[in-house]
């Protein structure tokens, strides 16, 4: 599903727009999403037959992916469930290496007729484009792992939980805003199955079986008489969880500054659509804020698009080397600017790590789509940028013989490349509360939640709002602001990080729809960070009148 | 499989009809052959082809509504589909905003489909994309880009007696060169309905010509200039207008077109006079659909004439609760324009900056449809009617409102391609005063 047809799906467009649009994709009955249509073996014979047919057509290297991909998703507004929808995907992607190059190829045909024959187009693609070809592909080696298995180690299948029970707490959020004041409320659930078995001619044969959930919301509260409205989305976290991120567990819960309460491994969405509710009645009277430089002082679940928009992108090799020139951009991270060993990318106090193995994270995978096993690396120690992002085929650039095993695919049907891992900030060694950072700041903003995100093509300069915004004024909250947005530039903003509270505030914020590549392909990653703060930020006011 | 003709079409609708035993049934059918190529580094890296098939049964008891989809066309299939999406149907709670599905239809003859985008082989994709590497290699720069063509089969068929069906084509070109050294960097972007009105030398032409001119740009100010937007510059802005005409939003108080007291803008002066927007599913230059998905005609509409709000885009329920005709959302915008080329409109220009593209644009403030987002790949500043030398990009705050309330003058109107939705639209070049720049940024 691409990212439009879903923001279409969600009713979560400009503004919390609700459109009812016809569903495409592929919706099937809820048994059927627990069939399993093909066994280990069935793949592995099916596999082999890719794999032999490439080597026996000249290719050099082979491999494939036969996948299952299932969702489940439920939209609702006010008191009416607009639509349940579940769709299924299945096919092959066979990608090979002929004459230095890559072709690729793939069918819903998942017969080994229908593989051979995918097989063959893909060796026909990668000869004929040989001829554009400049450098041979070159592959850092991999292990052969043989026969293995991983899972998303979830306590709950969501696709196991009924589907009255779902739609249920979805009319009750939506109750409970109303309740509070809300005049619109809109609530969605979405529920991802990945089942991925991967097989390569480096002697692979990988089944993976990969779930990831995400709630969320958003409340509309409408001034009528001044024309004014104000929206608050959910402080929910998309997760590579099941159905138990839904149960709510007091263990999970924090205490925000003001009134906002945040949410770690569960989430409780009826409390957040109550507080959503008043907190979006309370935007609408809010002071406008006056325009400057403050200390910001961000929390995990707004924190995670910064690093993802200012760190994650910037870090991925094949941007900076110019594979996405033409659409996502290039980076201001090139490679002389690593290769010195001395560019401050932020301050002393920040370490960022790459990983794709972090329990709950939407990332974690055992194997990625190329079959390398998935690890943790540093991309920032100390303020030094240290590494990229890179894959197979590129990270000899990087003068390494190991691919990090960041490489994905959105489907059976799109070829995999270089995605982005969970990218993190490690929280402060030593022991400091959100509260005692409150306390500390002078004149600042607290801002929890994403808002409108916007960075340039090298990842320079953005503009980044939030979900809500309070006004810090000698170490007490002082009341709620709106119209606020704090521009940057990406190693000014991380070389003015002053404090990172302790492991005690880290949790995960999640992107479900990250877009990358032509034709545009999605993919989910979260970001663990713990409340930091950042010194002399400009803030300006984004209220206008029309 | 290939695509079906419109008698291959109605002949399967009307078998998969007649398996329904739902109180009403809709069935949508989707064929798409798609080809690219995507370059980058001087280079191919990757490039395909994907044929889908997509069948889409709808099924009603009383309010009660079930969607399944297959892509397998034989008989058992075919009846498998209608008893899944009549199965969702009972499971599913009542929605008291279903609305029955429409009867019979009259729709216009569409003129989308152009046989030689359809007839496009792998060579020509090929040559095409080498046309545009040898204007990288002889102008000595960087190019990275992006070839895709469609051609597609839309039918549908209800239980209400309602069929329609059409044929479409389609091919998008955009095209990055940069020069070596990465202090350079130049776009253009195409779409056409037909393949053989593609130049790809001559776009990559301008591309390159761009690049090589904004390699030694300077700083100037923040603040607000009056610009030139180029059409792609302006079609990212300006769609966020037509994406946001939707009635039910406006009347429910959430949208930049509501107003205090509960009303809404519709035939309220928004922007300035010399502004008409309308959409024409059978002009020439940009042929749409003269049906939507759900079976509504599309035809002639004036969203905005003289600077008024004239229409707005209605649900079928909400235009039943309004008691006003359900006027579906456009497949694409048409802005008319004067006669300027966007040469002429810059040599009218004594102090100004011309905009190429704007990237990474993302709503500000819905109430007041504030947008940010930043300038890209050739900007450049004129003075005294001349282009007079590269600067650095900008990240801009402004409401399309508000700058088509700053309008100085129109250009000629052109087919131009959003990179933010890929949509296709015919907008001209346009002059507007104090467009708001906040900040400065160092990309290339």
Known sequence: ?????????????????????????????????????LDAVQKKQLADVALNTAKSQGATYADIRIGRYLNQFISTRENKVQNIVNTESFGVGIRVIVN???????????????????????????????????????????KSYGEVTWKTPIEKNSFEVPVSEKADLLLKTNAAAQQNGASFVSSNLFQVNEQKYFASSEGSYIDQDIHRIWPTFS????????????????????????????????????????????????????????????????MLTAKSVEPGKYSVVLEPNHLGLTIHESVGHPLELDRVLGYEANYAGTSFATLDKWKTGKFNYGSKLVNIFADKVQPGSLGAVGYDDEGVQCKRWDLIKDGILVNYQAIRDQVHILGQN????????????????????????????????????????????????????????????????????????????AGMLNDVA????????????????????????GSFFDGKGQPSQVSAVSHGSSTSRFDGINVINTGRTI | MPLLTQDEAQALLKKVLSYSKADECEINLTGTITGNIRYARNSVSTSGGISTNTLVVSSAYGKKLGVATINEFDDASL??????????????????????????????????????????????RADAVAQSLQVAKDTKTVAAGFMEDTTTMNAMMNSKGLFAYNTSTGVNFSITMRTEDGK?????????????????????????????????????????????????????????????????????????????????????????????????????????????GDGRP?????????????????????????GVKAIPGPDGVIMEGGTKSLEELIKGTKKGILVTRLWYIRPVDPQTLLLTGLTRDGTFYIENGEIKFPIKNFRFNESPVIMLNNLEELGKVERTVSVESNVNYLIPPMKIRDFTFSSLSDAV
């Open chain 1, 402 to 477: 190991e691919s990090h095993g960041c490489c994905y695919a959105q489907s059976w049907s799109d070829v995999q490349f270089q995605r982005m891992a969970n990218i993190s900030l490690a929280p402060g060694k030593d022991p400091y509360s959100i509260n005692e950072m409150i306390k500390d700041v002078e004149k600042g903003i607290y801002i929890a939640g994403r808002g409108s995100y916007s960075i340039d093509q090298q990842r320079y300069n953005f503009q980044f709002g939030g979900t809500v915004f309070y006004e810090i004024k000698n170490g007490a909250i």
């Open chain 2, 79 to 124: 009846e498998k589909v209608v008893r899944r999406a009549e199965e969702l149907a009972k499971l599913a709670p009542e929605n008291p905003e279903f609305v029955s599905f429409l009867g019979p239809q009259k729709y216009a003859e569409p003129v989308m489909f152009v046989p030689a985008t359809a007839a496009i082989t792998p060579k020509q």
């Open chain 1, 100 to 142: 230095g190059t890559w072709g690729f190829a793939s069918t819903n045909t998942v017969t080994p007729d229908g593989i051979k024959k995918a097989t063959q187009q893909a060796v026909a693609i990668a000869k004929a484009n040989s001829k554009f070809q400049k450098e041979p592909v070159k592959l850092a080696p991999v």
């Open chain 2, 298 to 322: 599309q035809e002639k509409v004036s969203w905005i004439e003289k600077g008024v709000i004239k229409n707005l885009t209605y649900s079928r329920y909400w235009a039943e609760k309004k």
């Open chain 1, 486 to 509: 704090y521009q940057s530039n990406t190693q000014e903003f991380w070389n003015s990080c002053t404090k990172i509270c302790d492991e005690k505030d880290y949790r995960l914020f």
């Open chain 2, 184 to 292: 350079g960097s130049g776009y253009a972007t195409r779409g056409y309905n037909d393949f053989t009105k593609l130049d790809t030398k001559k776009a990559s032409q301008i591309a390159a010509d761009k690049g090589l001119k904004s390699a030694t740009a300077r700083a100037i100010e923040p603040g607000k200039y009056t610009v030139i937007l180029e059409p792609a510059a302006a079609a990212v802005l300006l769609e966020n207008i037509f994406f946001g005409l939707d009635a039910r939003q406006a009347d429910e108080g959430r949208s930049f077109l509501s107003q205090p007291g509960g009303k809404t803008r519709l035939g309220e002066k928004l922007v300035d006079e010399r502004v008409n927007m309308y959409s024409d599913p059978l002009n020439p230059e940009l042929p749409t659909s003269t049906w939507a």
């Open chain 1, 1 to 37: 599903m691409k990212r439009r047809e879903f923001v279409q799906l969600a009713g979560l467009g400009i503004g919390g727009m609700l459109m009812t649009v016809p569903l495409m994709g592929n919706p099937i009955p809820v048994e059927a999403l627990l069939d399993v249509p």
């Open chain 1, 219 to 282: 409340v509309t509260a409408v001034d009528k008489g001044s024309g004014t409205f104000k929206i608050r989305q959910a402080l929910s976290a998309p997760m590579g969880m099941g159905y138990e991120y839904m149960i709510p567990k007091a263990i999970d819960k924090l205490h925000g500054p003001a009134d906002v309460m945040l949410y770690r491994n569960s989430y409780d969405m009826i409390e957040d659509a109550t507080l959503a509710a008043k907190q979006a009645k309370e």
